[in-house]
């Protein structure tokens, strides 16, 4: 095992609990609502609840819940995204449950959108054939989402919320199994907590990258300390770069989304020359799913040696974009587009991991008594492309899961656990003040953005090989006491993680595509 701390740290708070929930996004929130009321429960927050992957989540939740739509609809549909490389029974598991807990946000309040006859309002998005995607807000699905389920978490009396806690490391007592974990409280000290059940729904690791939809947050802390813990990950090479973030002349913290459910509403792709040019390249055309979306968009940029193309949506009146798109409709128009008479400038961005912490059916790891669910596990369910608006649903079905196998497995719960030792660990040297992560973490993301992006090349990979195993093991020779020296640690850990990953598969496959 290798761990983010080091010998000289001093843990000034402990804590005990059956089960600690990292991430307090959709999937950390809705595991903690369905965890057993007799188990104390602690979600750790790295920052406040509106600071998540789900909170900024445009699209929607599909699940087949129409008349004119069944689960076996959904799993082919998934299951082609998926380029064959989906875990079927994982599918099963989702569009067969996948209905049962919307009808539970329903009924814990989750203010869908209804249409003109107070029905549940379904629309459609790539890749889907039948529509099945249902809104919150219009376009703030995961916001609207995570504020109806966040006040039900907050009044169950056996969870504690704690925010402003950054994990750092997983500990494991001499069987290999998990017995507490290493957190930092408000980047100025730590706290040692004692716990049998750590879930892991930290998010994504946009962050890894130069431009991504994620928050600044998205730092891939699960998925660096469950490689540091030795759990197994599986599909990492299979990341999502959405076809079309809002594209802005300066760089920007976190890229602005332009939803899939632009296009299902009838966005067309075009260049400068107001040229379509998803017409013959997929039989779905805008609908197509996301990778070979993208890849069109960076072939047409490369031809036309533009950095960027056109979603045009002014076939649309402006009453309905403000009503459907309330929060696109609003940034655009304060950058001075109006969609409902301008073309919308798009560029491929980082946005989504189809792999993560490997899990069974029930969100377990290869550690005992270690779960995952939302983007940082793999379920199996997104295969080498994620079938858009199934990434939320997969939250609630596997939270859900890792819930119940939890209570199932409660064993001694409330019982007095022993304070887990931290292991002997080497003290590492104290950087001088010139060290410069900000740096490091930009030349990171450089080289991901460059070399491991929509396109890829072997020649790329191991040039970002070098690079991101060079900064690893330059982060692994020092220490400092701070939350961005651990961010800056774990993308480069995740970075060179998905590299390997990506060069071990020399094939192109959905999301993963190799120019000869």
């Known amino acids: 095992m290798e761990y983010a701390i080091d010998g000289t740290i001093k843990i000034e708070e402990t804590a005990q609990y059956d089960v600690v929930i990292v991430g307090a996004g959709l999937a950390g929130l809705y595991t903690a609502l369905n965890i057993d009321g007799e188990l104390s429960c602690c979600i750790l927050a790295k920052e406040g609840l509106d600071i998540s992957n789900s909170w900024l989540a445009q699209g929607g939740i599909a699940a087949a819940v129409s008349n004119d739509d069944a689960p076996t609809?959904?799993?082919?549909?998934?299951?082609?995204?998926?380029?064959?490389?989906?875990?079927?029974?994982?599918?099963?598991?989702?569009?067969?449950?996948?209905?049962?807990?919307?009808?539970?946000?329903?009924?814990?309040?989750?203010?869908?959108?209804?249409?003109?006859?107070?029905d549940l309002e379904?629309?459609?998005?790539?890749g889907h054939r039948r529509n099945r995607i249902l809104h919150a807000g219009g376009d703030a699905t995961g916001r609207e989402t995570v504020k109806a389920l966040a006040p039900l978490v907050a009044r169950r009396p056996n969870v504690t919320l704690c925010e402003h806690a950054c994990f750092f490391d997983v500990i494991t007592d001499t069987s290999g199994a998990v017995s507490g974990l290493v957190a930092r409280k408000n980047d100025k000290y730590f706290q040692l907590i004692s716990t049998r059940n750590i879930v892991l729904a930290t998010g994504g690791i946009g962050q890894v990258y130069g431009a991504s939809t994620n928050p600044s947050v998205a730092t891939g802390d699960g998925l660096a300390a469950a490689i540091r813990a030795g759990a197994k990950l599986r599909n990492i090479e299979f990341i999502q770069f959405h076809p079309t973030g809002l594209w802005s002349p300066r760089p920007e913290n976190r890229e602005f989304l332009i939803s899939e459910a632009v296009r299902g509403e009838g966005g067309l792709l075009k260049n400068r020359e107001g040229v379509r040019f998803m017409e013959g390249a997929h039989e779905l055309g805008e609908l197509a799913p996301?990778?070979?979306?993208?890849?069109?968009?960076?072939?047409?940029?490369?031809?036309?040696?533009?950095?960027?193309?056109?979603?045009?949506?002014?076939?649309?009146?402006?009453?309905?974009?403000?009503?459907?798109?309330?929060?696109?409709y609003s940034e655009c128009l304060g950058r001075g587009i109006n969609i409902a008479r301008d073309y919308i400038p798009v560029t491929p961005v980082q946005h989504y991991l189809m792999g993560g912490v490997e899990t069974d059916l029930n969100a377990r790891s290869t550690i005992p008594g270690l779960y995952a669910c939302g983007e940082a596990a793999y379920t199996g369910v997104h295969g080498a492309n994620r079938l858009a608006?199934?990434?939320?649903?997969?939250?609630?079905?596997?939270?859900?899961?890792?819930?119940?196998?939890?209570?199932?497995?409660?064993?001694?719960?409330?019982?007095?656990?022993?304070?887990?030792?931290?292991?002997?660990?080497?003290?590492?040297?104290?950087?001088?003040?010139?060290?410069?992560?900000?740096?490091?973490r930009a030349?990171?993301?450089?080289?991901?953005?460059?070399?491991?992006?929509?396109?890829?090349?072997?020649?790329?990979?191991?040039?970002?090989?070098?690079?991101?195993?060079?900064?690893?093991?330059?982060?692994?020779?020092?220490?400092?006491?701070?939350?961005?020296?651990?961010?800056?640690?774990?993308?480069?850990?995740?970075?060179?993680?998905?590299?390997?990953?990506?060069?071990?598969?020399?094939?192109?496959?959905?999301?993963?595509?190799?120019?000869?």
């Open 73 to 118: 609809f959904h799993l082919e549909d998934t299951l082609i995204a998926g380029a064959g490389l989906c875990d079927e029974a994982a599918v099963r598991v989702l569009v067969d449950e996948g209905p049962r807990d919307i009808a539970a946000l329903v009924s814990r309040g989750v203010p869908f959108d209804l249409d003109e006859f107070g």
């Open 122 to 126: 379904i629309t459609r998005e790539g």
């Open 290 to 328: 996301r990778d070979i979306v993208a890849r069109a968009i960076v072939r047409e940029m490369t031809d036309t040696g533009e950095d960027h193309v056109f979603v045009d949506i002014t076939s649309k009146s402006e009453e309905f974009l403000k009503r459907r798109f309330p929060t696109i």
């Open 389 to 440: 608006s199934n990434s939320m649903l997969e939250c609630l079905v596997f939270g859900r899961r890792a819930a119940e196998d939890i209570g199932a497995r409660r064993g001694g719960a409330g019982a007095a656990l022993t304070v887990p030792q931290i292991p002997e660990i080497p003290v590492r040297r104290r950087p001088d003040h010139g060290f410069d992560f900000g740096a490091l």
């Open 443 to 516: 030349r990171i993301q450089g080289i991901m953005s460059e070399c491991c992006f929509v396109i890829r090349t072997g020649e790329g990979l191991r040039r970002a090989l070098d690079e991101t195993d060079a900064a690893l093991r330059r982060l692994r020779d020092v220490y400092v006491d701070s939350n961005e020296y651990l961010e800056t640690l774990n993308i480069a850990t995740v970075a060179k993680a998905i590299v390997e990953a990506a060069l071990a598969r020399p094939e192109s496959i959905g999301s993963h595509y190799m120019a000869l």
